[in-house]
Nanobody, 127 residues
Framework: QVQLVESGGGLVQPGGSLRLSCAAS????????IGWFRQAPGKEREGVSC????????YYADSVKGRFTISRDNAKNTVYLQMNSLEPVDTAVYYC????????????????????WGQGTLVTVSS
């Protein structure tokens, strides 16, 4: 069966870094666009970043551009989100999703033809 599992979340101080992983089973990630989303307490889920399947193009929300980097490791069937210069506002549950395509609408990464969501990993940025 198809499953995505996020890992790498935890507690980090402001200005610190984390690398999130999205590991796939039951599907081959290089066939899909992969998006990262987050949901902070009391807020709606928002797109953070995505990477396309066709040419590897990457897209980022304005709020994270220059701080976060999305990448693939096809040999490990895993997509990563490197998060640097973390701020308290980045505190959220982070989810990955596999889809047919991705892009940016109104400055927000989005995915189309969604295949599956992961269950999320919690990132807390606090002193």
């Amino acid at each position: 069966q198809v499953q995505l599992v996020e890992s790498g979340g935890g507690l980090v101080q402001p200005g610190g870094s984390l690398r999130l992983s999205c590991a796939a089973s039951g599907l081959t990630l290089d066939y899909y666009a992969i998006g990262w989303f987050r949901q902070a307490p009391g807020k709606e889920r928002e797109g953070v970043s995505c990477i396309s399947r066709s040419d590897g193009s990457t897209y980022y929300a304005d709020s994270v551009k220059g701080r976060f980097t999305i990448s693939r490791d096809n040999a490990k069937n895993t997509v990563y989100l490197q998060m640097n210069s973390l701020e308290p506002v980045d505190t959220a549950v982070y989810y990955c999703a596999a889809a047919r395509g991705c892009g940016v609408v109104a400055g927000v990464p989005v995915v189309g033809y969604l295949e599956v969501w992961g269950q999320g990993t919690l990132v807390t940025v606090s002193s």
